[in-house]
Nanobody
Framework: QVQLVESGGGLVQAGGSLRLSCAAS????????MGWYRQAPGKQRELVAT????????NYADSVKGRFAISRDDAKNTVYLQMNSLKPEDTAVYYC???WGRGYWGQGTQVTVSS
């Protein structure tokens, strides 16, 4: 059974930082690309960042380049999203994603950035 469990969301002031974590189970973590997506109220889910297996390559949405960093710890089956210089427009539910099988999603964690 595949499980992706996000944590680390919360309320932060603009300019602040948060670090999201996603612990995966039921997959061969090291062999799969991982990623973070987000969905703001009334908007479609959008890509934030992805990271290939082995951490060889990353891809970021233009809106977060230079502010967010995705990383992974294969020993802990965990992927992280370090978010710095947060803006109110970063407010959304953030979802962890794995390319394993047909693709799986976590339940999401709320990030709220106040101005």
């Amino acid at each position: 059974q595949v499980q992706l469990v996000e944590s680390g969301g919360g309320l932060v002031q603009a300019g602040g930082s948060l670090r999201l974590s996603c612990a995966a189970s039921g997959i061969i973590f090291s062999a799969n690309a991982m990623g973070w997506y987000r969905q703001a109220p009334g908007k479609q889910r959008e890509l934030v960042a992805t990271l290939t297996s082995g951490g060889v390559s990353t891809n970021y949405a233009d809106s977060v380049k230079g502010r967010f960093a995705i990383s992974r710890d294969d020993a802990k089956n965990t992927v992280y999203l370090q978010m710095n210089s947060l803006k109110p427009e970063d407010t959304a539910v953030y979802y962890c994603w794995t390319a394993w099988g047909r693709g799986y999603w976590g339940q999401g964690t709320q990030v709220t950035v106040s101005s």
